[in-house]
């Protein structure tokens, strides 16, 4: 044996030499896939991407900015059947190993082998955490060492339970949810505390393959993977084998996908433009900020019906404009109804028709007085009673329709696309003259507007934005008419010159002579088209008298109008002629109901405000808006301007809007060939504004005047917020004075004086001398009589 003890020699040195090649090459591979790698102690301060949520005046949840949906939660909200369940599936050694698991690896490829296909994964929840968190998904032998070494290296600085927080608040579950509580909220519209056994199980199954397991996409894809979560938990002891068969036998009650939270389209845009500009777009949706607005949902809401109904109700008086579309049927009597509804004509069998629904339905029968509609799984009828404001085309008036059809045949064809408007369901018909019998639903014939229109309601007093509309349908428009729109307001505008006037030193009762003007080429003329002598201030703004109104411009000065516009808050460039009498310089609708704001709130100006407070993920207060306001005007000069806009509302162009039954004061606007139309109203503690027109400039048809489109809107929507609130009267200020007046020479009545009448005025403008007593044949003064006459 001796001669055997060189070569045992020579072997344990080589041995040592390989080691220590081995040893030599080992640190170099580390140093070589270490290189560069992200300090893992970064995850101390882990701040994942997090929701921007936005809320009401009332804390209601109204809108969220997300790139990634993720709530984070703490380990201690997370059920344990939910924290079992994704070790169970992705790391049942979770506890036992340091990052890396040789023998999971090993379990993994057998279960995969077995299933067929890959159920589970090789990789620890710790290297799915390192390669989530600091590397790219690109499938490398070199990615996956680096993954490995800092799965080693997350180990040694983290605790399990804090490594288990972080995967459950990291990870992707699908349909843009991140994390467990995303997740828990997204398919079954709960907090993740509450998730009972199968959804924990159901959840922690996804993230292997979130589109192929989801239950919206593949129900059944998704109960064979709830029952291998679940087999897992058992296999690991987790749950027994009844509490998996009781697991498997619970109904699950998915929640109905939803699209991104936003209950107030127009205003949460207006919002997420202001929060853009200040903190940028990766504050906005990843910083995870709480942004408390100003809006009130109930007011929004009745804001958005208002202008949706009303716009639909002008929209008919401008004529129909034909179906949709129509289907090409090669087959006689066969309609691809699957493609109507992959198309989008048709919705869901499981959508459920409710009482005024809009819907897109085909016509499948014509009858004389009559049209039978499929809405896809059901029938309607739209009787001819239904259509009444369609009128037959007219080929000599270039478009418009004219003339009652006769018959629904005269404007529909057989298989038209076409709106219609659920009146009734279940409606049963007996046979009649049609041949029909059975079950069918009532409709009325419906068209999308092409006019638009905007609302915008603000709280005079703090100028908080309590309801903003800026369209018909922001899915399809997202230009914001109510702030972006400038429109020539028409004679919303006059109020501004008569309030000028009253802080010039004009009284209600001065007379303007109302006769015709020429300047240079322009020759304007009353709505009426004609001219009716002395007139009133008080008289001249109630009816909206053109020639009145620039004359006192002419009177007062132009260039003191434009200062004084923009002292109440037009911001907008307005152009220093007798034409801004008419409403000729653009505004928008935030800044003219802004200006009548001042009117309501005892001359001082509320500058418009939409966030009240702005809070990021730490709770820190970022920004906090009290009310800003200004005293702009004296309080009796408020007063004054109010108490003419009150006659407006009561005797004039306004008084579409009386029906509201308590005091309002406010103007209609209507500009050159009814290309716009406005109302701009309020109460002592709400200014609302609307304006109605098309985007293109072009007219909405004849009479189309802000009393006749513009009003209806502004009423039902002041009808529905102020239902049941206490009715206030206009605040007089002590330095009110209200004299009885003789309409015919504006000097104080006497006893004797016919069709006597109060009138307000600043104290020490009222007139001194008496009239003498005479009988009156004429009176420009439009308010009740003293004596009844």
């Given at each position: 044996?001796?001669?055997?003890?060189?070569?045992?020699?020579?072997?344990?040195?080589?041995?040592l030499?390989?080691?220590?090649?081995?040893?030599?090459?080992?640190?170099?591979?580390?140093?070589?896939?270490?290189?560069?790698?992200?300090?893992?102690?970064?995850?101390?301060?882990?701040?994942?991407?997090?929701?921007?949520?936005?809320y009401?005046?009332?804390?209601?949840?109204?809108?969220?900015?997300?790139v990634?949906?993720?709530?984070?939660?703490?380990?201690?909200?997370?059920?344990?059947y939910?924290?079992?369940?994704?070790i169970?599936?992705?790391?049942?050694?979770?506890?036992?190993?340091?990052?890396?698991?040789?023998?999971?690896?090993?379990?993994?490829?057998?279960?995969?082998?077995?299933?067929?296909?890959?159920?589970?994964?090789?990789?620890?929840?710790?290297?799915?955490i390192a390669?989530?968190?600091?590397?790219?998904?690109?499938?490398?032998?070199?990615?996956?060492?680096?993954?490995?070494?800092?799965?080693?290296?997350?180990?040694?600085?983290?605790?399990?339970?804090e490594?288990?927080?972080?995967?459950?608040?990291?990870?992707?579950?699908?349909?843009?949810?991140?994390g467990?509580?995303?997740?828990?909220?997204?398919?079954?519209?709960?907090?993740?505390?509450?998730?009972?056994?199968p959804?924990?199980?159901?959840?922690?199954?996804l993230?292997?393959a979130?589109?192929?397991?989801?239950?919206?996409?593949?129900?059944?894809?998704?109960?064979?993977?709830?029952?291998?979560?679940?087999?897992?938990?058992?296999?690991?002891?987790?749950?027994?084998?009844?509490?998996?068969k009781?697991?498997?036998?619970?109904?699950?009650?998915?929640?109905?996908r939803?699209?991104?939270?936003?209950?107030?389209?127009?205003?949460?845009?207006?919002?997420?433009q202001?929060?853009?500009?200040?903190f940028?777009?990766?504050?906005?949706?990843?910083?995870?900020?709480?942004?408390?607005?100003?809006?009130?949902?109930?007011?929004?809401?009745?804001?958005?019906?208002?202008?949706?109904?009303?716009?639909?109700?002008?929209?008919?008086?401008?004529g129909?404009?034909?179906?949709?579309?129509?289907?090409?049927?090669?087959?006689?009597?066969?309609?691809?109804?699957?493609?109507?509804?992959?198309?989008?004509?048709?919705?869901?069998?499981?959508?459920?028709?409710?009482?005024?629904?809009?819907?897109?339905?085909?016509?499948?029968?014509?009858?004389?007085?009559?049209?039978?509609?499929?809405?896809?799984?059901?029938?309607?009828?739209?009787?001819?009673?239904d259509?009444?404001?369609?009128?037959?085309?007219?080929?000599?008036?270039?478009?418009?329709?004219?003339?009652?059809?006769?018959?629904?045949?005269?404007?529909?064809?057989?298989?038209?696309?076409?709106?219609?408007?659920?009146l009734?369901?279940?409606?049963?018909?007996?046979?009649?003259?049609?041949?029909?019998?059975?079950?069918?639903?009532?409709?009325?014939?419906?068209?999308?507007?092409?006019?638009?229109?905007?609302?915008i309601?603000?709280?005079?007093?703090?100028?908080?934005?309590?309801?903003?509309?800026?369209?018909?349908?922001?899915?399809?428009?997202?230009?914001?008419?109510a702030?972006?729109?400038?429109?020539?307001?028409?004679?919303?505008?006059?109020?501004?010159?008569?309030?000028?006037?009253i802080?010039?030193?004009?009284?209600?009762?001065?007379?303007?002579?109302?006769?015709?003007?020429?300047?240079s080429?322009?020759?304007?003329?009353?709505?009426?088209?004609?001219?009716?002598?002395?007139?009133?201030?008080?008289?001249?703004?109630?009816?909206?008298?053109?020639?009145?109104?620039?004359?006192?411009?002419?009177?007062?000065g132009?260039n003191?109008?434009?200062?004084?516009?923009?002292?109440?808050?037009?911001?907008?460039?307005?152009?220093?002629?007798?034409?801004?009498?008419?409403?000729?310089?653009?505004?928008?609708?935030?800044?003219?109901?802004?200006?009548?704001?001042?009117?309501?709130?005892?001359?001082?100006?509320?500058?418009?405000?939409?966030?009240?407070?702005?809070?990021?993920?730490?709770?820190?207060?970022?920004?906090?808006?009290?009310?800003?306001?200004?005293?702009?005007?004296?309080?009796?000069?408020?007063?004054?301007?109010?108490?003419?806009?009150?006659?407006?509302?009561?005797y004039?162009t306004?008084?579409?809007?009386?029906?509201?039954?308590?005091?309002?004061?406010?103007?209609?606007?209507?500009?050159?060939?009814?290309?716009?139309?406005?109302?701009?109203?309020?109460?002592?503690?709400?200014?609302?504004?609307?304006?109605?027109?098309?985007?293109?400039?072009?007219?909405?048809?004849?009479n189309?005047?802000?009393?006749?489109?513009?009003?209806?809107?502004?009423l039902?929507?002041?009808?529905?917020?102020?239902?049941?609130?206490?009715?206030?009267?206009?605040?007089?200020?002590?330095?009110?004075?209200?004299?009885?007046?003789?309409?015919?020479?504006?000097?104080?009545?006497?006893s004797?004086?016919?069709?006597?009448?109060?009138?307000?005025?600043?104290?020490?403008?009222?007139?001194?001398?008496?009239?003498?007593?005479?009988?009156?044949?004429t009176?420009?003064?439009?308010?009740?009589?003293?004596d009844?006459?």
């Open positions: 044996m001796q001669f055997l003890k060189p070569f045992i020699k020579i072997i344990s040195l080589l041995s030499l390989v080691i220590f090649i081995s040893i030599i090459a080992g640190i170099g591979i580390y140093y070589k896939f270490s290189r560069n790698l992200p300090d893992i102690r970064s995850l101390k301060s882990y701040k994942p991407s997090l929701i921007t949520k936005v009401s005046d009332t804390d209601e949840l109204i809108a969220e900015f997300y990634e949906k993720r709530i984070l939660v703490s380990l201690g909200r997370i059920p344990s939910l924290k079992n369940a994704t169970a599936v992705e790391d049942a050694n979770f506890f036992k190993h340091n990052g890396l698991d040789f023998g999971g690896l090993l379990r993994a490829f057998l279960i995969n082998l077995k299933a067929g296909k890959v159920v589970e994964g090789g990789s620890t929840i710790t290297q799915q390669k989530t968190m600091f590397l790219t998904s690109e499938r490398t032998l070199y990615r996956k060492i680096r993954e490995a070494i800092l799965a080693y290296r997350i180990e040694k600085e983290f605790s399990k339970e490594i288990l927080e972080l995967y459950l608040n990291q990870i992707y579950y699908g349909h843009g949810a991140y467990v509580e995303a997740a828990a909220e997204i398919y079954f519209g709960k907090h993740v505390e509450d998730l009972n056994l959804e924990s199980a159901l959840i922690a199954g993230p292997r979130p589109a192929a397991y989801s239950p919206y996409f593949a129900l059944d894809r998704t109960i064979d993977r709830l029952r291998h979560s679940l087999g897992r938990m058992v296999e690991e002891g987790y749950i027994t084998h009844e509490e998996e009781n697991a498997i036998e619970t109904e699950l009650k998915f929640e109905e939803r699209k991104k939270k936003n209950d107030a389209p127009y205003f949460v845009e207006y919002v997420r202001y929060l853009e500009d200040k940028g777009s990766t504050i906005l949706y990843h910083g995870g900020l709480k942004v408390y607005t100003t809006v009130n949902m109930e007011f929004q809401r009745a804001a958005q019906e208002a202008i949706i109904e009303g716009l639909r109700q002008a929209d008919k008086r401008y129909y404009r034909g179906a949709i579309g129509n289907i090409k049927i090669e087959n006689k009597g066969r309609v691809d109804w699957n493609g109507l509804r992959d198309t989008g004509t048709f919705k869901d069998e499981d959508d459920p028709l409710n009482l005024g629904d809009i819907r897109k339905g085909v016509v499948i029968k014509l009858n004389p007085t009559n049209v039978v509609v499929s809405l896809g799984t059901k029938k309607g009828i739209i009787d001819i009673k259509m009444a404001w369609v009128r037959k085309p007219d080929p000599s008036i270039d478009g418009r329709k004219a003339g009652s059809i006769n018959s629904p045949s005269d404007v529909l064809n057989l298989w038209d696309i076409i709106e219609v408007k659920i009734e369901l279940n409606e049963e018909n007996d046979s009649d003259t049609s041949g029909l019998s059975g079950e069918y639903i009532r409709l009325a014939l419906e068209q999308e507007p092409l006019v638009q229109g905007a609302l309601c603000i709280d005079p007093k703090t100028g908080y934005i309590k309801a903003m509309v800026g369209g018909y349908d922001f899915s399809k428009s997202q230009f914001n008419r702030i972006q729109a400038i429109r020539q307001p028409g004679s919303a505008f006059k109020p501004i010159i008569y309030s000028a006037a802080e010039k030193g004009y009284t209600t009762i001065d007379k303007i002579i109302d006769s015709p003007i020429i300047y080429k322009w020759k304007p003329v009353n709505f009426e088209e004609r001219f009716y002598g002395p007139t009133t201030l008080r008289t001249a703004l109630i009816y909206s008298r053109n020639i009145a109104t620039i004359k006192l411009l002419e009177d007062i132009v003191e109008v434009v200062d004084y516009a923009k002292k109440i808050g037009i911001k907008s460039p307005i152009t220093p002629a007798l034409s801004m009498a008419l409403g000729s310089s653009s505004v928008n609708l935030l800044e003219l109901i802004s200006a009548y704001g001042i009117f309501a709130n005892r001359g001082i100006r509320a500058e418009p405000i939409g966030v009240k407070g702005i809070i990021d993920r730490e709770g820190n207060i970022l920004e906090e808006n009290k009310p800003i306001t200004e005293k702009v005007i004296s309080e009796e000069v408020a007063y004054i301007t109010t108490d003419l806009l009150q006659d407006v509302v009561n004039g306004g008084k579409g809007v009386r029906s509201l039954n308590r005091p309002v004061a406010g103007k209609t606007g209507t500009t050159n060939n009814f290309v716009d139309a406005w109302f701009i109203g309020y109460t002592p503690d709400i200014v609302a504004g609307v304006w109605i027109g098309m985007d293109q400039d072009i007219p909405l048809g004849k189309e005047t802000g009393s006749r489109v513009a009003s209806p809107i502004w039902q929507f002041m009808k529905k917020i102020l239902n049941d609130t206490p009715i206030t009267d206009f605040y007089i200020p002590p330095n009110i004075v209200f004299s009885k007046i003789d309409p015919r020479t504006g000097l104080l009545a006497t004797g004086t016919k069709g006597a009448v109060f009138e307000c005025f600043i104290e020490g403008t009222e007139p001194t001398g008496y009239s003498s007593p005479q009988e009156i044949t009176t420009d003064f439009f308010r009740k009589d003293l009844g006459e």
